[in-house]
C-alpha cells in the first residue's frame, strides 16, 4: 500500500461502530475518573455526620486513589486470562456494586473499606477503556483518542460541581447512589456493543512474587509522594525504591512469565514513548503544585484570583484536545507531541522572570493558556506511537505498563520540584523568597528541555508491526 493510500484511508471518516466501541469504552473511565473527586468537597460533612476526625475521612479519597494504583499491575494478566469485554463488564459490575455498599455504609470504617473495594475495581476501567478502544481503533488511534480525551479531562472538574448540587438537595449517600442507573446502562451498553475478544485470550500463571513487590512498590510510592515532608511519608518512599529494585531483578529472573515483560522496553519507540508520557505527567503535576503556590505566596493574590488565573491552562488543554488527532493523522506523532512540548516550554518560561517583578495577571492567564495548549498535544500522539510499536498480542502489557508510568510520573516530579523548592527557600538567607520560586521554575524548564528531547524521538507514523 502506497503513502497516498494510507493518507487516503487515515482521512475518511471513522466507522459508527467504532464510535459506538469507544462512547461506551469511555463512560467506564469517566465513572471512575469523577469519582476520584466527587467526594472531595463533603469531607466536612462526611466527618460530622459519621462522627470521626477530618484527619480519618480523608481516607475516603485517600483509600480510593491508592486502590485505583493497587490492581493496575494486575490489568494485563487478568485480560490475557479473561479477555478484555469480559474483564470490562466484571469491574463495571463491582464498581457499581460498591458504589451502592458505599451509599448504604453505617459509619466511617465501613465507608472508607467500601471505597477501597470501589477503588479496586475502579483502577480497571481505565486501563481497559484504552485497551478497547486501540483494539478497536487500529490506525485511527490518534483521532479515537482525542475524542476520549475530552469527557476524562472533564470529569475531575465536574465531579465537585455535581456533588455540590447533590450535597444541596440530598444526603451524602447519593454521592455514591448516583452511580447505580449509570452503571447499570453502562453495563447493558457494554454486553451489547464491546466486540467479543475471547479469541485473544493467552491464559498464563500469575506472578504473584511480581505483584506483590510492584503493587504495594507504587502504593508506597504514591503514599510517600503525598507526604514526602514527613518522616513516615520518607520511609513510605524508601521502602517503595527497594521494592523496585527487587521488582526489577525479579522480572529480569522470571522473563516472560512475569507481571510485566520488560522486553517490551527494547522496543525504541515504545521506551521513548514511555519516557515521554513520563515526563509528560511529571511536568503537568508538578506545574499544578508550583504555579499556584508561586502566585498565592509571592504575588500576594487570593484563592479566587489564583482559581480564575488557572482556568486558563484549562480553557487551552479544552481548545486543543478536539483537534490533536487530525493534527497526528495530517503531521505525525513526533511532530505534534514535540511541537506540543516546545509550546508547553515557551507557557513556562515567562515565570522565571515574572518572579522579579511580580506576576502580572495578564502575562500569566497567556503563558497558561499556551502552557495548556501544547500539554494537550503531547500525550495523544505519545500514547498513539506507543501502542503502535507493539505487537497486538502485547497489547495488555503494554496498557499496564503505560498506565503504571502516568500513575507515578506525576508524583515523581513535583515531589522533586517541591523538595527543591523546600530546600531553595531553606536557604534563602538576604535574598528574597522569590528567587527561590525562579530556581524551582527554572528546573521544571529543565524537565521541559527533556521533553522535548523525548518527544524527537518518536516516530513520525506510527505502524503495528507484523506479528
Known amino acids: 500500500m502506497t503513502s497516498t493510500d494510507e493518507d487516503q484511508r487515515e482521512a475518511a471518516p471513522a466507522s459508527p461502530h467504532l464510535w459506538r466501541i469507544s462512547s461506551v469504552a469511555i463512560?467506564?473511565?469517566?465513572?471512575?475518573?469523577?469519582?476520584?473527586?466527587?467526594?472531595?468537597?463533603?469531607?466536612?460533612?462526611?466527618?460530622?455526620?459519621l462522627d470521626t476526625t477530618l484527619s480519618g475521612i480523608q481516607w475516603v479519597t485517600s483509600g480510593y486513589l491508592l486502590a485505583l494504583a493497587l490492581t493496575l499491575p494486575l490489568s494485563g494478566w487478568l485480560v490475557d486470562r479473561m479477555g478484555a469485554k469480559a474483564l470490562y463488564l466484571w469491574c463495571f459490575a463491582a464498581f457499581t456494586l460498591t458504589s451502592a455498599l458505599c451509599g448504604l455504609a453505617w459509619s466511617a470504617n465501613s465507608l472508607i473499606g467500601f471505597r477501597i473495594l470501589q477503588g479496586m475495581s475502579g483502577g480497571l476501567l481505565a486501563p481497559m477503556a484504552q485497551l478497547i478502544m486501540v483494539r478497536a481503533a487500529g490506525d485511527r488511534m490518534a483521532r479515537v483518542f482525542g475524542f476520549a480525551a475530552m469527557p476524562i479531562l472533564l470529569a475531575p472538574l465536574?465531579?465537585?460541581?455535581?456533588?455540590?448540587?447533590?450535597?444541596?438537595?440530598?444526603?451524602?449517600?447519593?454521592?455514591?447512589?448516583?452511580?447505580?442507573?449509570?452503571?447499570?446502562?453502562?453495563?447493558?451498553?457494554?454486553?451489547?456493543?464491546?466486540?467479543?475478544?475471547?479469541?485473544?485470550?493467552?491464559?498464563?500463571?500469575?506472578?504473584?512474587?511480581?505483584?506483590?513487590?510492584?503493587?504495594?512498590?507504587?502504593?508506597?510510592?504514591?503514599?510517600?509522594?503525598?507526604?514526602?515532608?514527613?518522616?513516615?511519608?520518607?520511609?513510605?518512599?524508601?521502602?517503595?525504591?527497594?521494592?523496585?529494585?527487587?521488582?526489577?531483578?525479579?522480572?529480569?529472573?522470571?522473563?516472560?512469565?512475569?507481571?510485566?515483560?520488560?522486553?517490551?522496553?527494547?522496543?525504541?519507540?515504545?521506551?521513548?514513548?514511555?519516557?515521554?508520557?513520563?515526563?509528560?505527567?511529571?511536568?503537568?503535576?508538578?506545574?499544578?503544585?508550583?504555579?499556584?503556590?508561586?502566585?498565592?505566596?509571592?504575588?500576594?493574590?487570593?484563592?479566587?484570583?489564583?482559581?480564575?488565573?488557572?482556568?486558563?491552562?484549562?480553557?487551552?488543554?479544552?481548545?486543543?484536545?478536539?483537534?490533536?488527532?487530525?493534527?497526528?493523522?495530517?503531521?505525525?506523532?513526533?511532530?505534534?507531541?514535540?511541537?506540543?512540548?516546545?509550546?508547553?516550554?515557551?507557557?513556562?518560561?515567562?515565570?522565571?522572570?515574572l518572579v522579579n517583578g511580580g506576576p502580572a495577571s495578564a502575562v500569566v492567564a497567556v503563558a497558561l493558556f499556551v502552557r495548556g495548549m501544547g500539554l494537550s498535544c503531547i500525550g495523544i500522539p505519545t500514547i498513539s506511537a506507543a501502542y503502535a510499536s507493539v505487537n497486538r498480542e502485547d497489547l495488555p502489557m503494554a496498557t499496564t505498563a503505560l498506565n503504571i508510568v502516568m500513575r507515578v510520573g506525576g508524583p515523581a516530579l513535583t515531589t522533586l520540584c517541591a523538595a527543591f523548592l523546600g530546600w531553595r527557600l531553606a536557604a534563602q538567607t538576604a535574598t528574597p523568597a522569590s528567587n527561590?520560586?525562579?530556581?524551582?521554575?527554572?528546573?521544571?524548564?529543565?524537565?521541559?528541555?527533556?521533553?522535548?528531547?523525548?518527544?524527537?524521538?518518536?516516530?513520525?507514523?506510527?505502524?503495528?508491526?507484523?506479528?
Not at 476520584?36 to 460530622?48: E, G, I
Open 158 to 353: 465536574l465531579g465537585p460541581v455535581i456533588a455540590g448540587e447533590l450535597l444541596h438537595f440530598a444526603s451524602w449517600r447519593w454521592l455514591f447512589l448516583v452511580n447505580l442507573p449509570f452503571g447499570a446502562l453502562a453495563i447493558v451498553l457494554a454486553a451489547l456493543f464491546l466486540p467479543h475478544d475471547r479469541h485473544e485470550r493467552r491464559p498464563r500463571s500469575l506472578d504473584l512474587i511480581g505483584l506483590g513487590l510492584l503493587s504495594p512498590g507504587v502504593v508506597l510510592f504514591l503514599y510517600g509522594s503525598e507526604r514526602a515532608a514527613d518522616p513516615f511519608g520518607l520511609s513510605a518512599l524508601v521502602l517503595s525504591a527497594l521494592l523496585f529494585v527487587v521488582f526489577f531483578w525479579w522480572v529480569k529472573r522470571k522473563k516472560d512469565d512475569a507481571i510485566i515483560d520488560l522486553r517490551l522496553f527494547k522496543n525504541g519507540i515504545f521506551s521513548a514513548a514511555v519516557v515521554t508520557q513520563f515526563l509528560m505527567m511529571g511536568i503537568s503535576y508538578a506545574g499544578q503544585m508550583l504555579v499556584p503556590v508561586f502566585l498565592a505566596r509571592v504575588g500576594g493574590l487570593s484563592p479566587s484570583e489564583v482559581g480564575l488565573l488557572l482556568a486558563a491552562q484549562g480553557l487551552g488543554m479544552m481548545c486543543t484536545y478536539p483537534f490533536v488527532g487530525s493534527l497526528v493523522e495530517r503531521l505525525g506523532n513526533r511532530n505534534v507531541s514535540a511541537g506540543g512540548a516546545l509550546a508547553a516550554l515557551a507557557g513556562t518560561v515567562p515565570f522565571i522572570f
Open 436 to 467: 527561590a520560586y525562579g530556581a524551582a521554575f527554572a528546573l521544571l524548564c529543565a524537565f521541559h528541555l527533556v521533553l522535548c528531547a523525548a518527544a524527537m524521538r518518536l516516530p513520525r507514523k506510527g505502524r503495528r508491526p507484523e506479528a
Open 27 to 49: 463512560l467506564g473511565a469517566f465513572l471512575s475518573q469523577m469519582d476520584a473527586t466527587v467526594v472531595n468537597v463533603s469531607l466536612s460533612s462526611l466527618a460530622l455526620e
